[in-house]
C-alpha cells in the first residue's frame, strides 16, 4: 500500500474511533506523555529556558489541549506551528492562551498574527501529530513534508515525540530519505523508543 492509500485507510480507521472514546484515550496519552522523563524540569534543565512545540488537534486527532494547559501550569512555554502553504513552510509562534488562535490553512487553528515567531533552536521538543506510526518511529503524516522540512533545519538535541491512538500503531510505514524519524511515540496505551 502506498502513502496516499495509506493515508485513506487510517484517516477512516481514526475517525471510527467514538468520540467520548477519543477524549478518554487523549487524557491518558496526556497523562502518559507528561510522566515521560523528557519532561522532568530536575533532569531536563533546558526546558525551563526553551519551547516545547505542540500542534492545535484537528478533526480526530489526539485532544492537545490538556497538553498544553498542563505544560503551562509546570511553567513551560509553548509554542504552536503556522503554515505557509504558498511556500510549503512551518514557522513556530509563540503560544500563552487558547484564545489566540483563529483558522488558518487546511482549517487547522493557527496562532494569531501578533505573536512572535520562535526560534527552531530555541525549541527542546516538538511533539507531532501523523495518522500512522510504527515501532521504527516512523511517523505517516498528511503529505505536506511541513514537519519534515521543519525539524530538518533544527539540531538534532530536539526531542521528537509523536502522540496517537493506540490503533494508530501498525506494522509498516512507507518511508522516503527525508522523512525524519521520532525519539519516542506516546499512545494511550505505551510509550516506545
Known amino acids: 500500500m502506498n502513502k496516499k ?26 497523562k502518559n506523555l507528561l510522566e515521560h522523563e523528557v519532561f522532568d524540569i530536575q533532569k531536563n534543565l533546558n526546558l525551563k529556558d526553551k519551547f ?8 480526530t486527532e489526539v485532544n492537545t489541549e490538556p497538553i498544553i494547559k498542563r505544560l503551562w501550569k509546570m511553567g513551560i512555554k509553548t509554542c504552536i506551528p503556522k503554515v505557509n502553504v504558498k511556500e510549503k513552510t512551518m514557522k513556530a509562534i509563540e503560544f500563552k492562551s487558547c484564545g ?32 500512522a506510526f510504527n515501532k521504527k518511529m516512523q511517523r505517516l503524516g498528511y503529505g505536506g513534508g511541513y514537519y519534515d522540512k521543519f525539524l530538518s533545519q533544527s539540531k538534532k538535541d530536539i526531542k521528537k515525540i ?22 519516542y511515540i506516546v499512545t494511550d496505551f505505551e510509550i516506545l523508543g
Do not use: T, W
Open 100 to 131: 489566540e488562535v483563529h483558522i488558518g490553512a487546511y482549517g487547522i487553528r493557527e496562532p494569531n498574527l501578533n505573536s512572535p515567531e520562535i526560534d527552531i533552536h530555541n525549541i527542546a521538543i516538538s511533539i507531532l501529530p501523523g495518522l
Open 5 to 30: 492509500e495509506l493515508r485513506k485507510v487510517m484517516q477512516k480507521n481514526r475517525k471510527a474511533i467514538p468520540l467520548h472514546i477519543r477524549e478518554e484515550k487523549s487524557l491518558l496519552i496526556a
Open 162 to 183: 509523536g502522540i496517537c491512538f493506540s490503533e494508530q500503531i501498525i506494522e509498516e510505514i512507507p518511508s522516503e530519505k527525508h522523512d525524519v524519524k521520532l525519539d
Open 52 to 59: 516545547v512545540m505542540v500542534f492545535l488537534n484537528f478533526k
